[in-house]
């Protein structure tokens, strides 16, 4: 086990939430796009972890997070995640996304392609959506979602999934990368609460793994 590069995992990622509750203070980022700044941040450099840390070590950090976000939201620390009027636990859902993707993959590609799908898709999603959607939202299974904010999804989602098929020596066929981009932001759309944090990069993983 690392321990230098562990330190480096979580310091960054520590540094990071401080910030974003530095930019919550100073009324930089409130509300959604105070959540998906971290959510957007800290997911790309999750995304890469792989890289540097061994997969038992992402695993130990996962439940590290799991229980640190539990405290966080617990104690009221940490105010810019939980600072959406909406009840969600997707910050729960990400940091146990983040280790139940090892046992899905041991493909660095596959499993930073499938965090990406959550941290930047998903995130750029509501932002967009937030901000630009509120003349054309629809309702799916009581959830208000707006046109915009699931076709940013999607560009994203596919954006992401090509350079995956082009970077990668696995090479995805078209109709894999669109398919999989496809289901992607459909599960983006039904799942409630945050769920998707979870579903939606595990089902990636799972996708890319079967067909890659």
Not at 25 to 50: D, M, N, Y
Request: net charge positive; proline share 1%.
């Amino acid at each position: 086990m690392n321990v230098t590069n562990i330190a480096f995992a979580v310091g960054v990622v520590f540094v990071l939430l401080l910030f974003s509750e530095w930019g919550w203070r100073r009324h930089l980022f409130r509300g959604e796009v105070g959540r998906k700044f971290i959510h957007i941040s800290v997911g790309t450099f999750v995304a890469f972890w792989p890289y540097f840390l061994d997969w038992t070590e992402i695993r130990i950090l996962s439940l590290a997070f799991f229980a640190v976000v539990l405290a966080a939201m617990h104690l009221g620390v940490f105010r810019a995640i939980g600072s959406v009027q909406r009840p969600t636990y997707g910050e729960i859902f990400f940091a146990l996304s983040v280790g139940l993707l090892t046992l899905v993959t041991t493909s660095k590609g596959v499993y930073a392609a499938a965090i990406l799908q959550m941290a930047l898709a998903d995130g750029f999603a509501a932002i967009i959506g937030t901000r630009y959607g509120t003349e054309n939202k629809y309702h799916l299974f009581g959830r208000t979602k707006s046109l915009i904010g699931s076709l940013t999804f999607f560009i994203i989602s596919l954006a992401l999934l090509t350079g995956y098929s082009h970077f990668s020596d696995n090479g995805l066929i078209w109709q894999h990368v669109l398919g999989c981009a496809v289901m992607a932001t459909l599960l983006e759309n039904v799942a409630a609460l945050g769920f998707d944090n979870l579903l939606v990069p595990v089902a990636v993983g799972l996708l890319l793994q079967h067909v890659a």
